[in-house]
């Protein structure tokens, strides 16, 4: 119930019930009043409530259930029809991501950059976590380029996983200059950039305040498939939504066999506006 994920407090669903589980007395409370507050280890509240649950046998709990799992499937397929309609040039960031899920599949671990453009790597189901301990997040807002260093120690620390990262061109220019230690290493990553060629999050607050944009736009910038050779890297530049897929599986088949992988899609940089309504609509 912090101010990001809830639009600066004011995302509550009509209706809706809040329950609050926190270990630590301080934090209750101190931006939405509970309507149950609960006090303790989250994972032993949790465990606690689905061990009740299993013992619920009312019709008005399976008819939920089985509202719920229809709402959930109406969901994933409206996302998936969008996302195999966004023909659109430039690349809508939501299909690469989208198809991220398609090529990589189960396995992957998910290292999420700070910035604009992934952040529709946080909404399922553009992109799904399908295993346990697959996903790295952010750590709420932090530093630019901390996700396109930490796969680096992600695939270190889980070598018999696939690792991707998707990340801003912003982010990946900030610290791309530890991708030479995953190649020396022999820690195959794939590398996403959604490149917008801009400081997208930046960019889109500048056009809220009168289009008036300062520092935001790269018109010069590197060509991050010559980096990647530099590197040692397999490396793409992708501009049109029909060839996402196999530039991914080129990626995937890099990986495998030991060599990392830096794409460079060409995005819409509204994509970052568009995806603060996504986040809305969740």
């Keep these: 119930n912090e101010e990001f994920q809830t639009g600066i407090w004011k995302l509550f669903p009509k209706n809706a019930k809040f329950i609050q ?6 934090e209750m409370s101190r931006n939405w009043i509970p309507d149950v507050p609960i006090l303790g280890d989250a994972k032993t509240v949790l465990a606690s409530i689905l ?3 299993k013992s619920l046998d009312s019709p008005e709990w399976e008819r939920r259930k089985e509202n719920n799992s229809k709402m959930k499937q109406d969901y994933e397929a409206q996302v998936f029809e969008e996302c195999q309609k966004s023909n659109q040039v430039p690349i809508k960031s939501k299909r690469v991501v989208y198809e991220i899920n398609q090529v990589f599949g189960r396995n992957t671990i998910m290292v999420h950059e700070n910035g604009s453009q992934d952040l529709w790597t946080y909404y399922s189901p553009y992109y799904r976590v ?3 301990n697959g996903n790295v997040a952010p750590g709420e807002q932090t530093c630019m380029g901390s996700g396109v260093s930490g796969a680096v120690g992600v695939k270190l620390a889980n070598p018999d996983k696939k690792v991707v990262c998707v990340t801003g061109d912003g982010a990946f220019q900030m610290y ?12 195959p990553i794939t590398w996403v950039i959604l490149n917008s060629f801009s400081l997208g999050w930046t960019k889109l607050g500048q056009k809220d305040l009168g289009e008036r944009y300062i520092a935001t736009d790269f018109t010069v910038q590197p060509d991050f498939v010559q980096m990647a050779h530099s590197y040692r890297c397999y490396g793409e530049r992708v ?3 029909e060839d996402i897929h196999n530039a991914l599986k080129r990626a995937l088949k890099a990986n495998e066999s030991g060599q990392s992988a830096i794409l460079d899609f060409i995005v819409d940089y509204e994509d970052v506006a568009e995806g603060f309504k996504a986040y809305k609509k969740l």
Excluded at 176 to 187: E, F, G, H, K, L
């Design 130 to 132: 399908l295993d346990r």
């Design 239 to 241: 501009e049109k939504p």
């Design 21 to 26: 589980i926190d270990i630590e007395s301080f």
């Design 176 to 187: 791309n200059q530890d991708v030479p230690t995953a190649v020396q290493y022999n820690a």
């Design 51 to 53: 061990e009740s649950i």
